[in-house]
């Protein structure tokens, strides 16, 4: 079946839908009829305790697995995603938590690791690092050479040029799983500051992450998994931390809640 598109400007065009996805490992149900629409230039968050899906929903989208039930629908036609390579030639880039680098190459050995670029026989060393160069500094990157080992690098720019290495196949959706896990602070706003970059680049990003504060610093929306299972999408700007907490947990009454509660009393008290 194919799904005509509706045209509709940058931040309001859904680029990929998902419709009753479904995957099961044996008698564990994983996931079960999740529903999610990610937008072009808007970051959509996805989060949820462990156990939640989240993994399991990226993989998928990703390719690594294959859905038990339901549709996708990429850029307006229904797809199906067989691996991790079909994934990429589509347009959905995908950054893990390991980031899969080398530490021994540098950096514009890691960006084009797999595609190199040739001139006959021999590497076009100088059309790789110039490329390389302009793709970091669209993304304001602080990365001091791009001819320096990997391993020489802060976490927040090894993440950076995991994400720099993902936009080299011109995708229109990217995936970030946990980027500023284990990252300080300045290390995580450098990130951060990387993912509204990518916004402004008009891609649809996936910010999976536990970290509220980053959620709510840049995330457009926020799609909540509960159990495998959809639990609300909420728009940032209309909704407060503890509600999205409240549908992480499946439960009204949390220490965040009950924090935000005993203030408004005191407030209410003091004036």
């Known amino acids: 079946m194919t799904v005509t598109p509706t045209p509709a400007p940058v931040g309001t065009s859904t680029v990929l839908a998902l419709r009753g996805i479904s995957k099961r490992f044996g008698a564990v149900q994983a996931l079960k009829n999740i529903e999610l629409d990610v937008r072009a230039g808007e970051v959509l968050a996805l989060v949820g305790d462990n156990g939640a899906g989240k993994s399991t929903l990226v993989k998928t989208i990703a390719g690594v697995y294959t859905a038990d039930d339901g549709t996708m629908v990429f850029d307006g036609r229904e797809v199906r995603v067989g691996s991790p390579a079909e994934a990429q030639q589509l347009g959905i880039a995908t950054v893990f938590q390991d980031l899969a680098l080398c530490d021994n190459l540098d950096v ?5 690791l797999g595609r190199e670029l040739r001139k006959g026989r ?5 059309e790789m690092e110039r490329s390389s160069w302009e793709l970091l500094r669209q993304l304001s990157a602080k990365i001091p ?3 320096i080992p990997v391993a020489s690098l802060s976490g927040g720019q090894r993440q950076t040029v995991a994400i720099a290495r993902s936009l080299l196949g011109q995708p229109k959706v990217v995936m970030l799983d946990e980027p500023t896990a284990a990252l300080g602070v300045a ?5 951060l500051n990387l993912v509204e970059r990518l916004r402004e680049r008009g891609l649809a990003v996936i910010l999976i992450s536990h970290n509220m504060a980053d959620v709510m610093a840049v995330a457009d929306r926020v799609a909540v998994l509960r159990l495998g ?3 609300g999408v909420f728009e940032v700007s209309e909704t407060k931390t503890q509600d999205i907490i409240a ?3 499946g439960a009204t009454n949390n220490a965040v ?8 009393r005191e407030e209410g008290t003091a004036s």
């Open 257 to 264: 809640s009950e924090r935000a509660a005993r203030r408004t």
């Open 108 to 112: 514009v050995a890691n960006l084009y």
């Open 247 to 249: 549908a992480i947990t």
């Open 187 to 191: 290390q995580t706003a450098e990130v």
């Open 229 to 231: 299972r959809n639990n």
């Open 122 to 126: 021999v590497l076009d060393e100088v």
């Open 145 to 147: 050479s791009v001819r």
